[in-house]
DNA sequence: TAAATAGTTGAACAACTATTCAACTGTTTT
DNA sequence: AAAACAGTTGAATAGTTGTTCAACTATTTA
């Protein structure tokens, strides 16, 4: 950063930790993708789904029915986690069929229940 | 679920599966705790500063010059973190000291890492 | 004691988002 | 061909949320 305008509105204290920090931290784009990962999974209905679907491949009728909600909720809600690879589908008659894209997701996944769990 | 009223507005095309899944489904209670976790890390202000503890504890103007924002949004994202358990500190003259409150946070972090870099 | 500085806090605002509703497509059934 | 059904989509709405601003507390320095 070679920018002179600051929006931090004080000395600095402790330029030394700031500058050992700014040089091993992570590229900055990596982070945004990163949150917008964790995005996706902060939502208890996409959380619901991808847990659903790490047991077993289900329609949007099928997932409706479980968690008690509209199939157009849940055609959004899947749209936003086939946007993000996080899911995919394919259709047989007039049914689609969603599965997880990964099975890298279910570790995320586990590592975050282990952490809620204590 | 012994409810006969359904959000569901379809007929149930596979009810042994949605049973199946229904039986080895988490606590829903689980599933949201997960979520309200992972909706704390999908924040890029957020990440930031967990990535940023995680390499060495700071104090909050620290935070503020290093990621070029003001101390009290640098304050208002460290109280989210610290009433999540994510971040613990001690203060020291005028200064407060932040630092992770645990190091399996720093797991769930690597492994979403892990998953963006593809 | 007064000024300066680090940090916190609540209200306000703008931006975002999950669900609902209605209308629609495409497939199957009658 | 018409009806029924699975699923999608866009607009609208209500609720949430991140940042800003101003006022505040607490500690240190002059």
């Keep these: ?10 000395n ?3 330029q030394d930790i700031v500058n050992a920090v700014k040089k091993s931290f992570p ?4 982070l945004y993708d990163l949150a917008e990962l964790f995005k996706i999974f902060g939502d208890s ?5 991808l847990s ?12 409706a029915c479980l968690l008690n909600m ?3 909720s849940i055609s959004h809600q899947l749209r936003i986690l ?15 069929y969603y599965s997880l ?10 590592q975050g229940l282990d952490h809620v769990k204590e």
């Design 1 to 10: 950063m070679s920018t002179n305008e600051s929006r931090c509105d004080c």
């Design 12 to 14: 600095i204290i402790h």
């Design 27 to 30: 590229d900055e784009l990596l």
């Design 45 to 49: 209905t996409r959380i619901k789904i």
């Design 52 to 63: 659903a679907l790490s047991i077993h491949e289900m329609c949007v009728c099928d997932i």
């Design 70 to 72: 509209t199939k157009s």
């Design 82 to 96: 086939k946007q993000a690879n996080l899911v995919k589908y394919r259709k047989s008659g007039k049914s689609a």
């Design 101 to 110: 894209s990964d099975d890298h997701i279910m570790q995320i996944f586990e």
